[in-house]
């Protein structure tokens, strides 16, 4: 299947990476695998390299304009190329934008999406329903919690039962950041380490204040609730006062409320129960009692394979047909 990837940075080159370890091992399995056609940045769109080493090479030598398109409209390129799947991994943004509009451009022409951009979703959540009524398939497994299947559990095996309750370490950020400070380090050498290893983005406050958590924990709301909420109702009172030893950010979704607050890592320590920049996701139904999945290390590297396997569930569905 033919996929157009815009956004090249930590998510999309690792994307790369994995399609390009895993074709074979696809290809023996369902008899296709994936062409990378087309990939675009803020500075434009690129054709005609062959594979992922030709690209990222170029991207280390800062030649990437080796290979961009004359035409440098994105939506031009989403209306026109002749792709399968348009994966939308771009930088999330206040307004959800240009996201939104990429991806509803692409829906809008009956290709299958798949993103990671949390804003698109926060601002925009009728899209999944746009989706359905265009016929196609929609994904954004790694939207939240990183490469923990939440969607896909929530999809299938949870589906059966009345959902009471979802809570857990959404953010990897002020988890580790607090970490490294219950080994002795400075909150601002803390901070350092955490943009240097690139487990923080630059602006790091909207990680610590929880407003990356709430982010999450409403894209969840809504979509195991069918309410619609808005940022303003949730209540978030993470302070920066709290990112200090023995403290976590912990999110509580509820069909009447969403809770961010930091608690004592004691209070929860089976929620808690990881090392540096872990997540984990809890789940409480009428059916299966409380169950909680952790990861010790999420990252760029992790996320993108829950893209990439939300781009083998279309490909499944696809050679089935
Ligand atoms: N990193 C993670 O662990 C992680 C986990 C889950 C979800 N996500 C989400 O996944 C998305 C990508 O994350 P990332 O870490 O890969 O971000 P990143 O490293 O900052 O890369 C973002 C990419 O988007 C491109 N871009 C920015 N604005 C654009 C525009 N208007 N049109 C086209 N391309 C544009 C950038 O272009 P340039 O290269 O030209 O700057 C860059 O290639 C974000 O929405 C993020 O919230 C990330």
């Known amino acids: 299947m033919k996929l157009f990837i815009i956004g090249f940075g930590n998510i999309g080159t690792n994307l790369m990476k994995i399609i390009s370890e895993k074709n074979i091992e696809l290809k023996n399995k369902f008899g296709t695998s994936f062409e990378v056609m087309a990939v675009a940045d803020s500075k434009g769109v690129y054709v005609g390299f062959k594979g992922y080493e030709d690209l990222l090479n170029a991207k280390l030598r800062g030649k990437m304009e080796e290979f961009r398109d004359k035409n440098h409209d994105i939506m031009n390129h989403i209306e026109d190329l002749d792709y399968d799947i348009l994966v939308e991994v771009t930088s999330s943004t206040p307004n959800g934008e240009p996201g939104i509009s990429y991806v509803r451009k692409a829906l809008g022409r009956k290709k299958h999406v798949v993103t990671a951009n949390k804003s698109i979703l926060v601002k925009d959540f009728d899209v999944i329903d746009f989706s359905k009524k265009m016929g196609v398939i929609f994904k954004f497994e790694a939207t939240v919690c990183g490469s923990i299947p939440v969607f896909s559990a929530i999809d299938n095996y949870y589906s ?80 920066i006062q709290d990112v200090r030893p023995g403290m976590r950010l912990l999110s509580v979704v509820r069909d009447s409320n969403i809770i961010i607050k930091y608690v004592e890592k004691s209070e929860k320590s089976k929620i808690f129960d990881f090392n540096g920049a872990g997540m984990s996701f809890s789940i409480t139904t009428d059916l299966f009692n409380t169950q909680t999945i952790i990861v010790e290390q999420d990252g760029p590297w992790e996320s993108a394979a829950a893209v990439y396997s939300d781009l083998v569930d279309i490909l499944k569905v696809n050679s089935n047909e």
């Open 160 to 239: 059966k039962a009345k959902i009471i309750e979802v809570s857990g370490a959404f953010n990897a950020t002020s988890s580790y950041v607090i970490r490294m400070m219950e080994e002795g380090m400075s909150f601002n050498d803390a901070i350092g380490k955490a943009i240097r290893e690139g487990v923080a983005e630059r602006n790091y406050e909207d990680d610590l204040l929880g407003v990356d958590s709430a982010r999450k924990a409403l894209i969840l709301h809504n979509y195991i609730f069918g309410k619609r909420m808005n940022v303003e109702d949730i209540e978030n009172t993470a302070r």
